[in-house]
């Protein structure tokens, strides 16, 4: 008999398995034991503490003051809802290619009949702020209603500059909502919703969170629940109004996902408690680890602008004529260590590993040291030493962001 993640059930390995793909992450016990609670009355009182204090926990950590709502559904719901309560038919929105999951959002929108211009990228590096500004300087028609990026590429490791962004806009004088993907960036990478100008911001369960997928948010902005008034896109299940009326009170209009409810409020308790500038810190310590790793083995990490480097996962290039999948299933297979694998464009020539969510130091050197025997066992081309570079990394700082060594390794790349 075969498992789901291919091995056989009487050559199970002993030990955990590593799951270190960039989402869904790994839940912490804490978090599982909070949603092993039994289901309450979601029109009760006990559910209206809950419902309060989520609502209110939830806002801290998206760092607004403004109302967030919460779905039973995944980031794609949310991606659907963001533009479905701005945006009408025939809208025109600019978007940028990043990499996969900024042209899936750039897809739906338009399966929605709204206008994309989609400005072309290639998959190494993130929103260019200045190419923003000269598009809605160029556009005294005003006819851009929004502009939709994603602030952290999943299937790439590339970190977008949203504050950039937001200024880009200001800049031009332009009054587009500006609507952002953090599926993956928050509670991760730093994010800041009201600092940064975002009108939207959409995200998920399954990253920052430590939760299992299966809830999602928009984090909305004073000047987009006005822009809701006017929207003509169709919309039910989506309705901002409806929710926030409901929330008020602590409640949700329709049936909510009660289980996972309990969960994020024991996400939010753990994440506060670290405190979000120790989470940033923790995530970027990490990314720095891993890319020095990857800089010792002779390999190229995929985006290429130290800039942009992700704390939450690093995409790596396999050598010329070697294929990132048969590389992943020999980590799977030989070490149970799942890698996340390459998407659309980069399908077969990278994998991505996460270091993001309840991860530590000795979580982080197992993943590598598993990466560094596989490397090997494949005949991938490589230099050692790269575990003990993360070591290294690991030990000389307590928080690394691009360092001098990520930029100049870059430059020579």
């Not at 570079?389 to 430059?411: C, F, N, P």
Request: a neutral charge.
């Amino acid at each position: 008999m075969k498992l789901s993640n291919g091995l056989a059930l009487n050559g199970h390995p002993s030990g955990r398995h590593f799951l270190q793909i960039p989402g869904p992450s790994t839940v912490p016990d804490r978090i599982l034991r909070a949603m092993d609670y039994p289901t309450i009355d979601h029109r009760g009182p006990e559910f209206q503490n809950l419902g309060k204090s989520v609502l209110s926990g939830i806002r801290k950590i998206f760092q607004t003051e403004s109302h967030v709502v919460i779905y039973p559904a995944s980031g794609t719901g949310a991606w659907e809802a963001a533009l479905t309560n701005t945006l009408s038919p025939g809208d025109l929105v600019l978007m940028v290619e990043t990499g996969h999951f900024a042209t899936l959002w750039k897809r739906m929108a338009e399966r929605l009949g709204i206008v994309v211009d989609f400005v072309a990228g290639d998959w190494r590096r993130g929103v260019d702020p200045e190419i923003v500004e000269q598009r809605l300087a160029a556009d005294p028609g005003r006819r851009y209603k929004a502009v939709c990026v994603v602030h952290n590429e999943t299937s790439t490791g590339v970190t977008s500059r949203i504050a950039e962004v937001r200024r880009a806009i200001d800049r031009a004088g332009h009054p587009a909502l500006l609507l952002v993907d953090s599926i993956s960036g928050l509670a991760s990478a730093d994010y800041r919703h009201d600092e940064w100008g975002v009108d939207v911001t959409v995200s998920g369960s399954q990253k920052g969170l430590m939760l299992p997928p299966g809830l999602s948010f928009n984090a909305i902005s004073a000047k987009a629940l006005e822009a809701s008034k006017t929207a003509k896109l169709p919309r039910a299940y989506w309705e901002w109004n409806e929710m926030i009326a409901s929330n008020a009170n602590g409640f949700f209009p329709s049936t909510p996902a009660t289980n996972l409810l309990y969960g994020l409020h024991e996400a939010i308790a753990m994440l506060l408690e670290e405190g979000l500038p120790n989470v940033f810190a923790r995530h970027r310590r990490h990314a720095a680890a891993t890319r020095a790793a990857v800089h010792a083995w002779g390999l190229e990490v995929l985006c290429a602008n130290p800039d942009e480097y992700s704390p939450v996962l690093t995409g790596v290039l396999m050598p010329d004529g070697h294929n990132a999948d048969a590389f992943r299933k020999i980590a799977l297979e030989k070490f149970n260590l799942s890698l996340g694998q390459g998407l659309g464009k980069v399908a077969g020539k990278v994998f991505r590993i996460g270091h993001l969510g309840d991860f530590n130091d000795l979580t982080l050197m197992a993943t590598l040291s598993g990466i560094e025997m596989t490397l090997a066992l494949a005949g991938v081309p490589h230099r050692k030493g790269g575990v003990l570079a993360a070591m290294s990394s690991l030990s000389g700082s307590t928080d690394h962001s691009s360092s001098e060594a990520d930029r100049a390794v870059a430059q020579l790349a």
